[in-house]
DNA sequence: AAGTGGTCTAGACCACGAA
DNA sequence: TCGTGGTCTAGACCACTTC
């Protein structure tokens, strides 16, 4: 196709130097954004294949890689679908503690601790780098399962990543569950520890102090920047994370 | 091509509906069975297209995935070639104790502290399906850094996975470290919690009972079944996992 | 019945890297 | 220089799903 010249014509910046991938990455960068929320129908193969100048087969090439990393879900007839930002952890998943408790088979409960809508400085962060965090939402609430004290959260969100923050109540919902439903896409690094427990994690999580506790810090960001910062203490030996990995994935 | 049904007679069983998924997984078991060692140049891709009865892109298609997921390096003129086992766990790189003391810059040293080379039976071992270990060799040994105890692993291999594990020692080398470049590509299972200190772990690794330790279970498999089976214990909170995920990886 | 994605072809040109 | 992989094309047929 000749016009492929002429539908790109100068990007010749740090765009990458296939055309299936600056496909792929700028579909990537639509969803992860949010502009492309989950649920909508992004455009058939043929169409893009004509906004682009390019053949199917080259589009096809980058929805097949998006499909199976997940971010999208196609089926026949109906067209191409972006997919529900599902845990971004297949290896570790723990971004919802609420579905890891009735996983477990048990009651969920949830109670807010103390919230500060309008902290200047994190005054406890660990070397997970974020500094990045100025203007936050600071919050601290517990996570039970059947009663019993599963979780200890302690939570830092950006107001300028997450402006809609301010407006949201974490009296009845945990902030987790807002953002997962809240922010697109995004992407976490993780830190996972043994720690006695502290005083404050001690004696809400209704422990001794000195208890073996398994820490995971989760720093998140997406296109705007870092979005939140978390540290989850599960009390004693009753925590596990799974991760399976295998070379095809 | 009209010959490809003639290349591919029959294969109804459970084999992939697609050629490129065909190729995908045969280049793979033979990489993961050992038949095609690390370092060994593959066919090229005409010649592969050649023998499936198929076009250079249906090949290319696979291996670029195998490529992706680092079974195979790729490069212009040389060919494609079977890459080492690298760690593979990319979230979770704790295969090489060795490795990660020095990447702390410190100095590693190993102490072995038992060895079991006929235990009939595992007596200790925990919910990660492991009841296929049979005929085993069980090992203990200590990893150091900087002289201090950095890790208490405990470890099983089976052999009849590993039927050359009857001609190693481990006296100098520990048992991972060996097993990293005898056994050909495997798959992984962790485990990660928290937990104190046992009586024996806490010996070995000189703290007090009861100190929080971060322990990782790991079983490990390949085409020959389960391969071994290990658990390392961290000492205290000076250790810490790191894991990275983004959607597209 | 119609439209979508899934797959495959038989060429092609280019970039890179070893000789 | 020359061979390899990287990429792309302009078609094609099929399977599946919805209508």
Redesign the pocket.
């Known amino acids: ?1 000749d016009s ?1 010249i002429e539908t790109l014509p100068e990007q010749k910046k740090t765009e990458p ?5 600056r496909i792929l990455h700028d579909v990537e960068s639509k969803i992860v954004s949010g502009a492309w929320a989950p649920g909508f129908r992004i455009p ?3 169409e893009m294949a004509k906004d682009y ?6 589009v ?2 980058a ?2 890689q998006l ?1 199976r990393a997940g971010l999208l879900e ?7 679908f972006v997919k529900a930002p599902q845990s971004l952890s297949a290896a570790l998943e723990i971004t919802n503690i609420r579905d890891e408790v009735e996983k477990a088979g048990k009651t969920y409960s949830y109670r807010l601790l103390s919230d500060n809508p309008n902290a200047s400085r994190p005054d406890f962060l660990s070397c997970l780098g974020a500094s990045a965090f100025c203007d936050i939402r600071k919050v601290k609430c517990l996570h039970f399962a059947d009663g019993v004290p599963f979780c200890f959260e302690e939570r830092i969100i950006s107001r300028n990543a997450v402006p809609e923050v301010d407006a949201a109540s974490f009296e009845q919902e945990a902030p987790g569950a807002w953002l997962f439903k809240t922010v697109p896409w995004n992407s976490a690094e993780h830190q996972i520890s043994a720690c006695a427990a502290t005083g404050e994690a001690a004696e809400f999580l209704d422990i001794a102090c000195g208890t073996a506790c398994l820490m995971v810090e989760r720093i998140t960001q997406n296109s705007k920047g870092y979005v939140t910062w978390a540290r989850l203490s599960y009390p004693g030996e009753q925590h596990r994370l799974f991760a399976k990995f295998t070379p095809t994935g």
Chains 1, 2 share one sequence.
């Open positions: 196709m492929k130097q296939s055309l299936h991938l058939f193969e043929t100048g390019c053949s199917r087969m080259t096809n090439k929805l097949t499909t196609r089926s026949r007839k109906s067209g191409t």
